[in-house]
C-alpha cells in the first residue's frame, strides 16, 4: 500500500537483489583491484629508491679471496679520487694565473681523465684490489701496525710532530759509468755521437692518474714548485716508498712541528667532515694509512733481494717498411758503409735516425720483445738478420756493448716498483680475485669541475 507520500514501496524482486548484489561484488574488486595496483606501484617505487639507495650500496664490485669490496666503499674513493685531482686542476690553474706559466698540458689531462669514467674506477678499483691484497699478504706473514704507530703515521700526515719534525740529510752515492775497451769504441762512429748513460726500463707502476699524499699542509694551500702538487688531499698515496740505494741517502734530525696538538685536531676533523661527504668513515681513513704502513713493511721485505746491478745493451739499429729494404741496408752495411750515415739516410725512426740509429743503454724489457731478443744474444759489433717489429716495420740492429751497470737511484727504484708490481700480480692469483662488470655502471661522476664551479658562485653571491 502507498506510504504517507503517497510512493509505493519497492518491491525487490530475488533478480533484483541478485543484480545489487553482482554490482557491489563489481565495485569491491575495482576498489580492490586499484589498491593492489597502488600498493605495487609505490611498493616498486620504494623498492627501487632502496635498491639505489641501499641494496645497490651493499653489492660487492669485487671480492678478494673472501672479502668483499662493496660498491658504498668503491663509490666513496672514487669520489675522493676525483676531488684530488680537481685539487690539483684548481691549483695548476691558480698557479698558472699567479705566475704566467703555461699549464695547459697538465689541465687537458687531468680533464681527460676526469672525463674517462670508466678508466678513473678501474684504476681506483684496482688499487683498492692491491690494498685488500695487502691486507692479507700482511695478515699470513704477520706483519702489524701497532695503534700508537698509526696515530704517528697519521699525524705526520698533517704534519704533526709532537717529538720534532724529520728533516732528512742528503748524502750523495757516487754512481760510476762503465769503461767501454777499444773493441767497443771501434763501433762508434763519428754519426753516433751520444755519450752512452743508463737508462732505466720504463715504469709499469699501478697508480695512475692521480698520485695523493698523506694529508693536508699546515696551509692547506701548494706551494710554488715548477710542477704543482696538491698537498690538500686526504688519502695516503698509493705508490710505494723504497730506501733508494745506490743513491742519496738520508738521516733525519728533528725540527720544530708547525701544529700544535689543538690545530692538528682541527685540521683532522675538518678533513673527517669532508670525508662524510664523500660517503668515507673515519675508520675507513684510518684503515688508508695502515693499508699504507703495512704496503711499505711488505714493500721492503719483497725488494730487499732486488740487485743494484743489472746487465744493460748498447745498441744501434736502422727501421725500414719491409724485409726486401731490409736486405739490402744489411748489403750495403756488410760491404762497409757507415751504419750511422745509412741510420740516417734511411731509418724510418725519426728519433734515433738524428742519432745515427743509437738506441743508447737499456736494460731487458726496455724494448720490443725481438729488439730486447737480439740485443741480449748478438755478438757485440754482429750486423743482424732483418728483425720483424710489426706487421709492416724491419729492423736492422748492431750491439755495440753488453756491461752491467750500477743503477742509480731512480732506475733502482724503477727496478723495485716493478719487482713489488709482479708480486702483486701474482697475490691475485694466490688469493683469488673477482671483478663483477656492472661496477662500470657505478662510477660516480661527482664531484666535476661544474659542480665546483656552481659551488663556488653561489658561496659569492651576498
Same mark, same amino acid.
Given at each position: ?6 510512493? +509505493? ?11 545489487? @548484489? ?40 669485487? +671480492? ?67 690494498? @685488500? ?5 700482511? &695478515? ?32 750523495? =752515492? ?18 753516433? =755521437? ?62 720544530? #712541528? ?37 704496503? @711499505? ?47 740516417? @739516410? ?66 733502482? +727504484? =724503477?727496478?723495485?716498483? =716493478? ?10 692469483? #694466490? ?21 665546483? &664551479? ?9
Amino acid at each position: 500500500m502507498p506510504n504517507e507520500r503517497g510512493q +509505493k514501496p519497492v518491491v525487490h524482486t530475488k533478480k533484483h537483489v541478485a543484480r545489487l @548484489e553482482r554490482e557491489r561484488r563489481q565495485t569491491r574488486l575495482i576498489l580492490y583491484s586499484f589498491i593492489g595496483i597502488l600498493v605495487v606501484t609505490v611498493g616498486l617505487l620504494v623498492y627501487g629508491y632502496l635498491d639505489i639507495t641501499y641494496f645497490q650500496l651493499l653489492q660487492p664490485v669485487a +671480492k678478494v679471496g673472501n672479502a668483499e669490496i662493496t660498491t658504498r666503499e668503491f663509490q666513496a674513493q672514487v669520489r675522493l679520487q676525483r676531488s684530488n685531482m680537481l685539487n690539483t686542476y684548481q691549483q695548476y690553474s691558480q698557479f698558472g694565473q699567479m705566475f704566467g706559466m703555461d699549464f695547459s698540458s697538465q689541465l687537458q689531462q687531468i680533464q681527460s681523465q676526469l672525463d674517462d669514467t670508466q678508466g678513473l674506477g678501474q684504476t681506483v678499483l684496482d688499487q683498492m684490489i692491491n690494498n @685488500e691484497l695487502i691486507l692479507q699478504e700482511a &695478515a699470513k706473514r704477520g706483519i702489524t701496525v701497532s695503534d700508537a704507530q698509526l696515530e704517528s703515521e697519521i699525524q705526520g700526515g698533517y704534519n704533526y710532530y709532537p717529538s720534532g719534525s724529520p728533516t732528512p740529510t742528503i748524502t750523495p =752515492t757516487e754512481v760510476t759509468e762503465p769503461t767501454l775497451s777499444s773493441d767497443v769504441l771501434k763501433y762508434v762512429t763519428a754519426t753516433a =755521437t751520444q755519450t752512452p748513460t743508463p737508462a732505466g726500463t720504463s715504469t709499469p707502476g699501478e697508480t695512475p692518474t692521480a698520485t695523493v699524499v698523506l694529508g693536508p699542509t699546515s696551509t692547506g694551500t701548494l706551494q710554488p714548485s715548477s710542477t704543482p702538487t696538491a698537498t690538500e688531499t686526504l688519502t695516503p698515496t698509493a705508490t710505494a716508498t723504497a730506501t733508494e740505494t745506490p743513491g742519496p741517502t738520508a738521516t733525519a734530525s728533528p725540527t720544530n #712541528t708547525p701544529y700544535t696538538l689543538q690545530g692538528f685536531q682541527q685540521q683532522y676533523q675538518k678533513s673527517l667532515t669532508q670525508l662524510d661527504k664523500m660517503g668515507l668513515t673515519e675508520a675507513q681513513y684510518r684503515e688508508l694509512y695502515k693499508v699504507n704502513m703495512l704496503r @711499505e713493511q711488505l714493500y721492503a721485505i719483497i725488494t730487499a733481494n732486488v740487485p743494484h746491478d743489472q746487465q744493460q745493451a748498447w745498441a744501434r739499429e736502422i727501421v725500414v717498411a719491409d724485409e726486401a729494404t731490409a736486405k739490402k741496408v744489411i748489403d750495403r752495411l756488410n760491404n762497409g758503409e757507415d751504419f750511422g750515415k745509412v741510420a740516417a @739516410e734511411v731509418s724510418q725512426d725519426t728519433a734515433s735516425a738524428t742519432q745515427g740509429g743509437d738506441l743508447g743503454w737499456f736494460a731487458k724489457g726496455a724494448k720490443d720483445a725481438a729488439i730486447d731478443q737480439a740485443a741480449f744474444s748478438l755478438p757485440i759489433g754482429q750486423i743482424s738478420q732483418p728483425i720483424q717489429i710489426s706487421n709492416s716495420h724491419y729492423a736492422i740492429l748492431q750491439v755495440i756493448a753488453r756491461q752491467d751497470h750500477v743503477l742509480t737511484a731512480d732506475e733502482y +727504484k =724503477t727496478a723495485t716498483d =716493478t719487482a713489488f708490481n709482479d708480486f702483486l700480480t701474482k697475490l691475485r692469483d #694466490t688469493y683469488g680475485v673477482t671483478t663483477y662488470d656492472y661496477w662500470k655502471d657505478r662510477v660516480p661522476t661527482e664531484p666535476s669541475l661544474s659542480s665546483i &664551479a656552481t659551488q663556488a658562485a653561489l658561496t659569492q653571491q651576498p
